[in-house]
C-alpha cells in the first residue's frame, strides 16, 4: 500500500502557511483605526495613541461617537450611535467613551440613545452595553416590530466588567465597580462595590468606616517597586521554590534586625536624653 504523503510538513505548505500569517499580521496593522488613519470612518472624536483593532465590528453612526485618548478597542467590537445608519442625532454626541478605556474582543455598545463611558474602564470579552430594550406591550404585535423602549446608560471611571456581562439600558454603574462575568445589570449601582447575578445584586462593598465587607478572602497584590528594571523582572522569573524560600528567610531576617536596631537606637536616644 502506498504510504500517504504528509502535505502539512512539506516545504511549499510551510512556505504558504508563512505567507498567510505574514499577510494576515500586515492586514492588522494596516485596517486598525486611529486617529492619523481613520480610513473611512469619521469619529467625532478621537484621542491620541486610541486604535481600533481589525477586524472591525459593526461601526456606523460615527460622528457621534467620542472616543478619548489612549483606549484600546479590541478585535470584532461593535460601535454603533442611532437606531440605523444614516440618520442626523443632532448636535451632541451619543457615544462618549472616556481615556483609557479597553473594549474587550466581541463587545458590544449600542448607544441608540446616550451611553456614557468612563475613563479607565476595562471590559472582558462579549461585554454587551445598550441602550434600548424590545418592548412587548402589544400581545398581538411581533415583538420585534414594536417600537422600543430606549434610556440613557452610563458606566462610571475605574469599572471593570467582566466577559459576557450585560448592561441593560437605564443601568447607572458608579465609580470603580467589579461587574461578575455573566452579570445583568439594570438600575443603580453604588459607588465600589461587587455585584454579580442575573439580575445583577451587591455582593460585596466599600465604604471609608468599614473597609470591604464581606471582607476581602486574600491580601492585596504587592504592585512592583519602582525602578524594577526587566532584567530583575526576568532574573525573579527564573528562581525555582527553594530560591524563593531562601530569599523569603532573608526579608525575614533583615526585618528582624531592622527592628532591633531601632530599638536599640531608641534606647540609646533615652539614654542621651535622660543624662540631660
Not at 524560600?245 to 540609646?268: K, M, W
Request: glycine share 12%; net charge negative.
Amino acid at each position: 500500500m502506498p504510504k500517504r504523503k504528509n502535505t502539512f510538513s512539506s516545504w511549499p505548505r510551510r512556505l504558504a502557511q508563512r505567507a498567510v500569517h505574514a499577510g494576515w499580521a500586515w492586514a492588522q496593522r494596516t485596517g486598525s483605526v486611529t486617529a492619523e488613519h481613520p480610513g473611512r470612518f469619521r469619529f467625532g472624536a478621537m484621542g491620541t495613541g486610541t486604535r481600533l483593532a481589525f477586524p472591525l465590528g459593526t461601526v456606523f453612526g460615527e460622528p457621534w461617537i467620542r472616543i478619548g485618548a489612549h483606549c484600546i478597542v479590541g478585535e470584532q467590537v461593535t460601535l454603533t450611535a442611532g437606531l440605523m445608519p444614516g440618520l442626523d442625532l443632532g448636535p451632541e454626541p451619543i457615544l462618549r467613551i472616556g481615556d483609557g478605556v479597553v473594549l474587550g474582543r466581541g463587545s458590544h455598545v449600542i448607544a441608540d440613545t446616550t451611553v456614557i463611558i468612563g475613563s479607565d474602564c476595562y471590559f472582558g470579552p462579549y461585554v454587551y452595553v445598550t441602550s434600548t430594550n424590545h418592548s412587548y406591550d402589544d400581545p398581538h404585535e411581533p415583538i420585534g416590530k414594536q417600537w422600543p423602549r430606549m434610556e440613557p446608560v452610563e458606566i462610571g471611571p475605574g469599572c471593570w466588567i467582566g466577559t459576557g456581562a450585560v448592561i441593560l439600558p437605564g443601568a447607572r454603574v458608579g465609580r470603580n465597580v467589579v461587574v461578575a462575568a455573566g452579570a445583568v445589570v439594570r438600575g443603580e449601582v453604588p459607588d465600589h462595590c461587587v455585584v454579580a447575578g442575573a439580575p445583577a445584586r451587591v455582593v460585596r462593598r466599600w465604604t471609608p468606616d468599614e473597609g470591604w465587607q464581606p471582607p476581602l478572602r486574600t491580601p492585596p497584590p504587592v504592585p512592583i517597586p519602582d525602578g524594577t528594571t526587566p532584567d530583575q523582572l526576568r532574573a525573579l522569573s527564573e528562581l525555582d521554590e527553594e530560591d524563593v524560600a531562601r530569599l523569603a528567610e532573608l526579608d525575614e531576617e533583615g526585618a528582624a534586625r531592622l527592628t532591633r536596631s531601632d530599638a536599640n537606637g531608641t534606647a540609646r536616644l533615652a539614654e542621651v536624653e535622660g543624662g540631660a
